[in-house]
């Protein structure tokens, strides 16, 4: 895998690691957002798409850029 980019592409200054969350599920819970193939179909049971990674993001403090990267599972 390539190495992620870890400074900022707009002014190169550091990037940190930050964590994006969901709270529109039941009870305004926290959730780690997820990513699906294109073609994922839901599933028949529950209705939910078929979860292949988790989205990893970057932040920049100087501008406010974030830059996303996947990670498969």
Known sequence: MAE????????ESEMHPIKLIDSTGEYHSHQELGYAAAEAER???FGRY?????????????CGRIVLHAESS
């Open 50 to 62: 078929s979860e292949e990674g988790k989205v990893a993001a970057r932040m920049c403090p100087s």
């Open 4 to 11: 992620r980019r870890t400074t900022c592409p707009d002014c």
């Open 43 to 45: 599933g028949w049971f």
